[in-house]
């Protein structure tokens, strides 16, 4: 059976193991730490540095593919594993509009997919030029390096964006900010796509997101009460992208679905659904799968690089909840004396269909540490119940 | 979190790593040899002989809880490993009539389970006042070691089973036999059952299994057409079983359903079920719950272990079947020239929603290597498609 590496030790990488153990897939991960998430339980879990190319060479070496984590992996040293022979998905050149959100924004723009209006800014005047056009606030991105919430700035007016300005503007920094018009939004979506080399593609069913300050907190499977054709036309919009920009494993194209049109139509040519963010690998988005869908995210995302036909995606269950788990405060900063293990004890007995996922990750408060799935008839209480269940996890006190 | 260590690294242990993964349950693995099927994908795995008191007692002294893949550790190396302060679930006590059918029986029929006729044999006289009574052909069985078939044998007449009571009654041989009567059964069925130490239980749905050669090759669940108050009744057999020999994690029963008693009644005091095998820890009647089940059996196992609060055991679609995948010829001795891999590929191309559990195994002719789940709406469809699956897996070429 064949081996497939992944460059990142990450919870993404640990969630790929279950997966790995149940097609007969040798994984291998490299990990920046031998603590990592991944690197606990995979067995073939070299620690090295994903920016040393010499590291990065020899562990590929080992591996029939080599697939990702994390987009932070420098470009030219993938360009470097490709020449040499390496079998890297998706391939740097698509990779790259995942790191770089201003050529993501740009490559995008090119193919008439909606967007939330955009331009790149080197200084105050051209924040100001823009804002003058797409209105205040004006959220500002680094192009590269941001997640969950880092990375991102909401600017009220220029001098809210004068220190990242400058330090775009220094060595070693972007040169420039991402510049978007903040979008009213009825609802945040998200589509997953997983294409094959050989270029077949699967969908799942367009999801609910809940972000707050910037972190996924929860997903609903599927979108509740989501018009159809909106439905159809956001899937169709991430199948162009997946096909477009030659995406192979899974992709995930988060959207903002803004309020109707003038003329009310779903999915009229005044665009109801912009794409807000791109990430070719597993993601938040998709965790609810692992419970809630015939084939999960991590298993499919196996199954595309390695160039296996798709799995089904359909839902196992009408309803399916998936809330994170964040890191609550310490023991030492108010927050309860009660630990994991016990907390999740008290779980089960409050839920007994709770899933429960935990990343093996050090408590910090706002961290990812997990996730929790519940699957049931109906949407309102699945959901009530995840995230019940996650805020236990992380208080590990009742409301 | 804690530590769970299994004894034993075939498929049982390999499926219990997702769960553990999941839970966030640290696992260790004894393992005969470092390509064991749980060896290839458990971090902490030591190789280790399980009779080697020596071997057995380093291994757990890592263990927070030892339970284990197979029922073949000696008795007194158990019951010193629990003098010397080890948690170990279930307990020896408990064990010992997983390991000794004879014993199983004996202790069933005490407290008044439905069991086909049976005594032990020591000679063919015995055996033969055993057939005069329950008929002719008599099952025979090794009381300990004995499985998928391996340890059975069905006796037309006292000469058969000459050979293997001169085998029994030589130094190191069980001195006896097991003797049943053959039941003439309508189906098979399986009770699974998760049992913690603070007493709580949890039963899954009643199982159709179908056997050919000794060897388990179809689960369905629920068990087809199963009359509702033979289901309860078999469920009550199940969890009286498992409370009365205090077990901890999972059990399973193996039941033979017998045509109605001359009154028609289910579950009638004639005995509409009878009890055939039991084992103490995971067992393959169970594999559907991985795909089907809301909580799989290698999940309750460490809950049940570990004492956390057991999990849901309803189905995730109405109905859901399991094939398992045994090694087919190889391609020197007529079988097909093309590799697992390969076969995987094509598989999925024809059913995307079948789910390949594959154990890591050399393929040998008749081993299990792996299974395959299909869940749906009708039982008749994923039976056929998870049959189908499976006998592709094994042999490679078409019907």
Chains 1, 2 share one sequence.
């Not at 367009?206 to 018009?227: H, S």
């Not at 199948?239 to 477009?244: F, K, M, T, V």
């Not at 309102?380 to 119940?385: D, E, F, G, K, N």
């Amino acid at each position: 059976m064949p081996t497939v590496g992944i460059i990142g030790g990450g919870q993404l990488a640990r969630m790929t193991a279950p997966a790995a153990i149940a097609l007969g897939v040798r994984l291998r991960v490299l990990a920046a730490d031998p603590d990592d998430s991944a690197a606990q339980v995979v067995v073939d879990a070299p620690v090295g540095d994903y920016r040393d190319a010499a590291a990065v060479t020899a562990f590929a070496q080992g591996c029939d593919v080599v697939t990702f984590d994390h987009e932070h992996v420098p470009m030219p040293l993938l360009e470097d594993l490709v020449a040499g022979g390496a079998v890297v998905r998706p391939r740097p050149q698509a990779l790259r509009l995942a790191q770089d959100k201003a050529a993501m924004r740009a490559c995008l723009t090119s193919l008439d997919v909606p967007c939330p209006r955009w331009a790149t800014v080197r200084d105050k005047a051209e924040l100001a030029g823009f804002a003058a056009e797409a209105g205040w606030p004006v959220v500002l991105k680094t192009p590269r390096g941001g997640y969950d919430g880092k990375g991102v700035l909401v600017a009220e007016n220029p001098d809210d964006a004068a220190a990242w300005l400058a330090r775009a503007g220094q060595p070693g920094g972007t040169g420039l900010l991402l510049a978007e018009e903040r979008v009213a939004f009825e609802q945040e979506l998200a589509v997953l796509i997983a294409r094959s080399p050989s270029g077949q593609a699967a969908a799942w069913p367009v999801v609910q997101t809940v972000q707050v300050d910037g972190i996924c907190r929860e997903v609903t499977a599927p979108a509740p009460g989501l018009d159809p054709g909106l439905a159809a036309e956001a899937t169709r919009i991430g199948l162009r992208i997946a096909g477009e920009l030659d995406v192979v494993g899974v992709l995930a194209v988060e959207m903002f679905q803004t309020a109707a049109g003038p003329d009310g139509a779903p999915g009229d040519a005044g665009g109801r659904v912009l794409v807000n963010e791109l990430a070719m690998r597993p993601h938040n988005s998709g965790h609810w799968g692992m419970d809630g869908a015939v084939t999960a995210q991590f298993e499919q995302h196996l199954r595309a690089v390695l160039d296996y036909p798709l799995g089904e995606t359909s839902l196992t269950a009408p309803a399916v909840a998936m809330a994170n788990v964040l890191g609550g405060r310490s023991s030492a900063d108010g927050g309860s004396a009660m630990g994991i293990d016990e907390r999740v004890h008290h779980l089960f007995a409050a839920d007994p269909g709770a899933k429960v996922h935990l990343y093996g990750k050090q408590v910090r408060p706002g961290r990812k540490i997990g996730h929790v799935t519940v699957l049931g008839e109906d949407m309102t209480s699945v959901r009530a119940r995840a995230s019940a269940a996650a805020r236990w996890l992380r208080d590990g006190v009742g409301e």
